[in-house]
């Protein structure tokens, strides 16, 4: 891949209050049109072709656990791969979500390409920050999808206004966590809320605590998603309380101790 042929995504793009306070409210939000067409269907290329050298998931959907039926995971492609690392350190990207958190800057935990394959399961209930060791609930992930996408293919789903809550349950993205959440949910009566479509390039942004969920890909499309993690400048980590904790610390925190800021060099501030 050509890196001059890639546009730079580095300009910023007005995020406006009523977004804003929807983010804060409702713990996501939906910030259309984040790429072009042109800039999607350019980085689109890049991210598949990364995506699928790295993918180390050989086995056929049926012979898979839940979770892995969910979706095809491969993560921090931008260390690996020059044209995603155009991508996830995007400015514009990283200013949208420090102006959501409302933090003058904010640091890369991840990235993640999703990719729910046709016929690919749900994606249970959970937490994302269950797994992160960090001290601030200025966590934000943005999602989105590469290609168009429509309600029957895996559209992500969220339990709004939970992330107020903070963590809820100590359970990972399992069976169990589908369980015992969607009876969380209903006891709360948080109300559910779920596009009926996306367009590729458009941007859906989450709290780490925000519970969140998406149905199977009963599609016969891929739904190509990219995801980028980022919390606010300035976070210490923390003792980790379960085993994806300490694994996440060693991972994507540099092996940093708890008290010590979170900022090793795969925790570029963007
Ligand atoms: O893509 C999915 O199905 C789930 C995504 C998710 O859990 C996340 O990005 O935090």
Known sequence: MDLGKLPSLDNNIQISEEQISRFRTNGHVIIPGLLSNEECTAYRSAINEAAYKYNTEKRKIEERDTYGRAFLQIMNLWEVDEP?????????FARAA???????????????????????????????????????TNTITMWMPLVDINIDMGMLTFASGSHKEGAVKNVAISDESQTALNE???????????????????????????????????????????????????????????????????????????????????????
């Open 98 to 136: 420090a102006d959501l958190l409302g933090v003058p800057a904010v640091r890369l935990y991840h990235d993640q390409a999703l990719y729910k394959e046709a016929g690919g399961g749900l994606t249970p209930w959970h937490q994302d920050q269950y797994y992160w060791p960090l001290d601030t």
């Open 184 to 270: 969380h949910i209903s006891k709360k009566g948080y109300q559910i809320s779920r596009p009926t479509t996306m367009k590729a390039g458009d941007a859906s942004w989450h709290y780490g605590w925000t519970l969140h969920s998406a149905p199977a890909n009963n599609s016969s499309v891929v739904r190509e998603v990219m995801t980028i993690i980022y919390f606010a400048d300035g976070a210490k980590i923390t003792k980790p309380v379960n085993e994806h904790q300490e694994a996440d610390r060693q991972r994507w925190l540099g092996g940093g101790h708890p008290g010590q800021e979170a900022a090793s060099r795969l925790n570029p501030i963007i």
């Open 84 to 92: 995603v690392k155009l991508f996830t350190l995007s400015k514009r």
